[in-house]
């Protein structure tokens, strides 16, 4: 039966792309991953080498202009459709594209990066605030461990082999897998398993039995015996046969091993040889030495490096023999001798030496070997007195022998000895040295005669003098010394002369000493070249501890130059250094009778007094410096100090009173208001600086005291006033920026101070004083980012300011300070502000001697630091002992320092005006907080 199929279904099931020709690029079943494939016909026809592109001379890449292709192709998806605008799209895309639609797209994206520059501080800012929130909170591991990495330059070659292995980590299971571990089957099993018995015997089929020797039978052309070979038989005759051996190295007896052991072991190490070369090269070492004995058997030195080589192999034996061979073969050797007794022992080199005498009896050695092998002294006498007879004129035999004599047998041997070695200066001076006065003066007059071109006879000549009493003579004998050498053609080497008088010095001859000085301290001096060469010479003397050589060479100095002021200022800091109190006063007071005009000298000499608690001469030298220098400014504060430091006030007004009339002076001025201040009459003060303001006006420190008078009586804002006036007159003082700023911080007033900061920086640039005091501001407000900007900034500027680099080791973070302080000490290796911040690292890191140290070096190398004393003194207080405190204390007074931030707020407070240095170092030490 037909069915009939309507025509509309038929095109409903027909597909529209049937028929059609398919798009380019089409490749059937994409979408399930295949893939397709091009022909030539695809490419199109190949282009020759020479055959040049037209698109050649291309514009250049930018914005191109779209084909037809794509301009037609429109984005209709429906993620680029929006409800008011349509389709995604340039309404005008479709257009060209020309040079004001290139103009318009510049304009716009000029437009685009100035805004986003305006953004780019803000989000540079937020960035890095975030990213240094992330560092703190989850540091990196080279942060965290950069403190132990650069300890690790302190480790020594032997703890870096001490670190052990890195070990296995793996637990038991993964180290042993149980897939790996194999137990061998035994061959019983295996027997068992196949159905047969075990046998302990050889296969003579297998081959294996050939190797082993035994009566079997061998069949010719066959390697393999044909009988059969018991493995456990072989090891029953190898047990007896150690049992056999061990038998025979036993008592039959008691059965106890006559093997000694201790022995046994002694054989053993006595086997190892010492030499740890190789053997071949010890074989050749023989072989060449054998042949030069063979070949010159009278040349001692192969005997010896052939003993010697036995002797470094271990065979002691050999070696004795060789020597005692080569002894026969150079009877006349002395060093063959002598090996021979070394490598012999003791009663055995005895004979050695013995027939070593009688072959050479004129060998000194061989003589003081035969003593050195005596144990007994009167042995050791006999042997010397014997060499004596045959070599009278040995130096070191009669030494040898004096040294082991009494005193009086010692005299009358050197008097023998002299007679045999009229020439050895080392025989008279001895002799000198045990005889008496008169007897000693004779003997060193024959050495004389005997050895005219000596100059230590003379010195010590000169010893003898002074030893005795005789001291005008010593002076003679050195001038005589001196033109006898030189008579004599010996020439004067000066230095060698003045290192005779530093040896006489420490022999106690002081005047002996002094006498070489003044006699060759002018020697082969250029007479421009004076001054500076005996300033030189007592210098080092001073170094090396010689100090009367170094008084010496003053004293001849100034008796040359006693007009001076730098020879005696030296000579002065010398006496007060390493001198007594009567010592420095007498130099003083020569040197203000040759130099009165000089007010140093006048000062130091009213100073002495005054330290040494004798006021009223103190007073007469200042009186008679008034009458050499009556305008001087020094003088006349001297002079109040004295009284003020005294408690007489009203002579120190007085004297300011004279002083300001007779010697007007701003400094005059200040030390008026300054006394009025510390004894509270504040009004007074600020009048005479009302007045000192008015004459000096250019004088910073007026300002600076009004400004703080009036700060203490909370006139604020007249105090403003000060400190502005005294800006515009004074804008290169540095102090009075920092009091300026300082008062309006108090104020509250952040912004003036931060401006009053940034002018004073305008005026003084380069000053790491006021980068410092702008940077604590801002730590002070809380400001801790703008700190580190400016911090920045003025590191920048002032790159070897140790004051900002101090202040830079504490304000990085913890795990970084150690980092800074190295890059610190490089910039700065010597400024005592960065060694101190050093000091305080070390010690918050509680590692105490190295803090100490460190705090020793600080005081070193600046003296005058205050604030190092005190955070040594702080720190010796909460971990030292009294002793370390009372040295420090002691040490701080010596130096006197003056300056110091902490130190002169200190020292410059009205009610702290009369208080000692120590005084001061404890009030500062206990206002210091610890640093942490």
Known sequence: MAVNIPSISLNQRKKSFIGVQSPLGYVAGVGRGATGFTTRSDIGPARETNDVPDDRHAPPVGKRKKTDEEEEEEDLNDSNYDEFSGYGGSLFNKDPYDKDDEEADAIYEAIDNRQDEKRKDRREKRSKAELEQYRQERPKIQQQFSDLKRQLQEVSEDEWKTIPDVGDARNRRQRNPMAEKMTPIPDSVLARSMGGTFSTTLDPKSGLASAIPGNLSAVPGNLTPSGELDLRRIGEARNTLMDIKLTQVSDSVTGQTVVDPKGYLTDLQSMIPQYGGDINDIKKARLLLKSIRDTNPHHPSGWIASARLEEVTGKIQAARNLIMQGCEAC?????????????????????????????????????????????????????????????????????????????????????????????SVELWLALARLETYENARKVLNKARENIPTDSSIWITAAKLEEAN????????????????????????????????????????????????????IGYDVEEEDRMETWLQDAESCTNDGAFECARAVYAHALSIFPNKKAIWLRAAYFEKDHGTQESLDALLRKAVQFCPKEEVLWLMGAKSKWMAGDVPAARSILSL??????????????????????????????????????????????????????LGELKTALSFLEEGIHKYPSFPKLYMMKGQIETVLEQYLVARETYNQGTKKNPHSVPLWILFSRLEERLGSLIKARCVLEKGRLKNPQSPDLWLEAVR????????????????????????????????????????????????????????????????????????????????????????????????????????????????????????????????????????????????????????????
């Not at 005498?357 to 092998?373: D, G, H, N």
């Not at 010593?474 to 008088?501: F, H, P």
């Not at 100090?641 to 007779?662: D, F, V």
């Not at 003296?863 to 005190?870: I, S």
Request: net charge positive; charged share 30%.
């Open 469 to 520: 009493g005789n001291e005008k003579m010593v002076m003679k004998i050195i001038e005589r010394a001196i033109q006898s050498l030189k008579s004599s053609g010996v020439e004067i080497n000066r230095n060698l002369w003045i290192e005779a008088a530093m040896e006489a010095e420490r022999a106690k001859s002081v005047l002996t000493c002094q006498a070489i000085i003044r006699a060759v």
């Open 331 to 423: 009877p006349k050797s002395e060093d063959l001798w002598l090996e021979a007794a070394r490598l012999q022992p003791p009663d055995v080199a005895k004979g050695v030496i013995a027939t070593a005498v009688r072959s050479l009896p004129t060998s000194v050695r061989i003589w003081v070997r035969a003593a050195e092998l005596e144990a007994d002294v009167k042995a050791k006498r006999k042997v010397f007195r014997k060499a004596l007879e045959n070599i009278p004129n040995s130096v070191r035999l009669w030494k040898e022998a004096v040294e082991l004599e009494e005193i009086k047998d010692a005299r009358i041997m050197l008097s023998r000895a002299v007679e045999c070695c009229p020439n």
């Open 625 to 678: 410096a008034f009458q050499a220098n009556p305008n001087s400014e020094e003088i006349w504060l001297a002079a109040v100090k004295l009284e003020s430091e005294n408690s007489e006030y009203e002579r120190a007004r007085r004297l300011l009173a004279k002083a300001r009339s007779s010697a007007p002076t701003p400094r005059v001025v200040m030390k008026s208001a300054k006394l009025e201040w510390s």
């Open 777 to 932: 501001i801002e730590n002070r407000s809380g400001n801790k980012d703008m700190a580190t900007k400016l911090m920045s900034k003025a590191m920048q500027e002032c790159p070897t300011a140790g004051v900002l680099w101090a202040e830079n080791i504490f304000m990085a973070p913890r795990p970084q300070r150690k980092t800074a302080s190295v890059d610190a000490i490089k910039k700065c290796e010597h400024d005592p502000h960065v060694l101190l911040a050093v000091s305080k690292l070390v010690w918050t890191e509680r590692k105490l001697d190295r803090a100490r140290d460190w705090f020793l070096k600080t005081v070193k190398i600046d003296p005058d630091f205050g604030d190092a004393w005190a955070y040594f003194f702080k720190f010796e207080l909460a971990h030292g002992t009294e002793t370390q405190q009372d040295e420090v204390k002691k040490r701080c007074t010596a130096a006197e320092p003056h300056h110091g931030e902490m130190w002169q707020q200190v020292a410059k407070r009205p009610e702290y005006w009369r208080k000692k240095i120590g005084e001061i170092l404890e009030i500062v030490a206990k206002e210091l907080p610890i640093p942490t």
